[in-house]
């Protein structure tokens, strides 16, 4: 069943772009098939406000900034902001967290908890550092040049991969080092290493964010790149997720109808583990209270698209979520849900439960149901 579930969850962007039924808009109804329950009442919490807590986010153009963004304006009271804050890559928004006056939260990619930089710099780092929430997951993009077809065409080559310690380094190295390729890697910027890939000075450039990342996304046709497909290995999926890259994320780069496939890592945010009961505990809980009570907010524009593949449920192995995140979704879980309202609700809720798809995101949702659309109207 657990097979089944995946599988068809990977093939869902490939059916729904290759059906114009199920390419219709429609709306995404919280019913009972949904990611989370509605939002408990309140809790009744005692903070020395007002209160600003810093989140430490990522370079300008990246998703961790827009993410940031979107959190400062719902998550927020006239007792507490959030104030984000510039990042340098996951492994130095950790070390912020732990070591910098100020920050109270971090974004920060899954595997750069894990990684060999983390284990010297952050010793017992996962003891120290609790996650409140996944987020979603950012995808890896290779983009190259047309004598590039392969990721085993860039052994022996230069690649650039993003100052050293940054995400998209972290996981680079990561990749090219489980699939046994010996690339050489560059520490030019994201910005910078575009522009070398451009003149011929790198064999290609790899950017880890959130699909479509601007960078990519704004490149004019004609440009002669295209993004190279990272194939699934078993050593990758230990930490890393499948996903694809469309025509609708990158029209220069993708034709229509062609998919790229390629792994992405969950993205995490992260809180210091502080005593329960302290102030900056009581601190954290209470933006908890309102991020998650307020998420269905962020489905609707002008929020970020990836807020869609996020479900509040998600755990994440070998990390320990805050007490205060789980006390809330415990809180959230024990409440009923909302009765279906239509025979079409009732029905593809029924088929939905019978294939085991009872826990997705937004996203997730939005096309299992045209899907199911479809398959109807195909009988």
Known sequence: ???????????????????????????????????????????????????????????????????????????????????????????????????LRGVDLALAAADAAVSPEAARSHPNLRARVDYIVKLYDQEIHVLAGPDIHVLQDLAGKTVNADVAGSGTFVTATAMFDALHIPAKLANDTPNAGLERLKRGDVAATVYVIGKPGRLFATLPAG????????????????????????????????AEGDTVETMAVPVLLTAYNWPVGTVRYRNLAAFTDLFFSHFQDLLQPPFHPKWHDVNLRATVPGWTRAPYAQAWLDRAAALPDAPATTAEERDFAAWAAGIGLTNITPAQHAQLLGLWRLRQAQK
Do not use: C, W
């Open 223 to 254: 440009a002669g790149l295209h993004l190279v497909p990272v194939p699934v290995s078993d050593a990758m999926l230990q930490t890393y997720v499948p996903s694809t890259l469309t025509h609708a994320d990158y029209p220069a780069l993708i």
């Open 1 to 99: 069943m657990q097979r089944l579930r995946i599988v068809l969850l990977m093939l869902l962007p490939v059916l729904l772009a290759a059906s114009p039924a199920a390419a219709q808009p429609y709306p995404f109804q919280r019913r009972t098939f949904r990611p989370i329950a509605p939002p408990p009442p309140p809790q009744t919490l005692s903070i020395d406000g007002p209160v600003a807590l810093g989140l430490m986010t990522g370079e300008l153009n990246g998703t961790f900034v827009q993410i940031g963004s979107d959190l400062s304006a719902v998550a927020a009271s006239d007792a507490l902001r959030v104030v984000p804050l510039l990042g340098k890559g996951s492994l130095q928004n950790l070390g912020d967290l732990l070591n």
